[in-house]
């Protein structure tokens, strides 16, 4: 089932140049999840419509960045996307400032033997940039996602 999965987000995302934004998204985020979790072949960049992948090595990390649609409708597509991972991602405990951004969150994997976080950052509406999403594997779990150490900034703020 898992290989039939794989073939079908790969062979998935060259359509990301005809969807809409909130399907685009949904597939780029799950083929990112692919990517990192799977190590499903996506290619290091891949541009479509509404979304971009861009995968990195150093760290290895794949970072969506949605430019269409209504930012709430596309972070819902972005939550599906993770509700269809076996890893069962779950918002962090602890939160960060949004800065320019409406939300900014991190879910975690189920504690696990591989731990995998996804950072989404999502626009107020009107603006261009919808939303990002970062999927990246850590050597260990990281505190914040069991416990509420106060609200985090980040190093770089958009």
Known sequence: MRRLFLVFTVLAV???AHAEPVSEARSAVGACLAAIIDGAPVPDQIKGDN????????????TVTVTGGEPAAVRAGVMEALEKR????????????????ASRETFCSLPARRSFNVLVSTARPGEPLTLTATVLETKERDARCDRD???????LTN
């Open 86 to 101: 076996a890893e069962r991602f779950s918002p962090a405990k602890t939160r960060w400032d949004a800065g320019a951004f």
């Open 149 to 155: 150490e106060g609200v985090q900034r980040p190093l």
């Open 14 to 16: 060259p359509t990301l």
């Open 51 to 62: 979304a971009e992948i861009r995968r990195e090595s150093q760290p290895a990390t794949c």
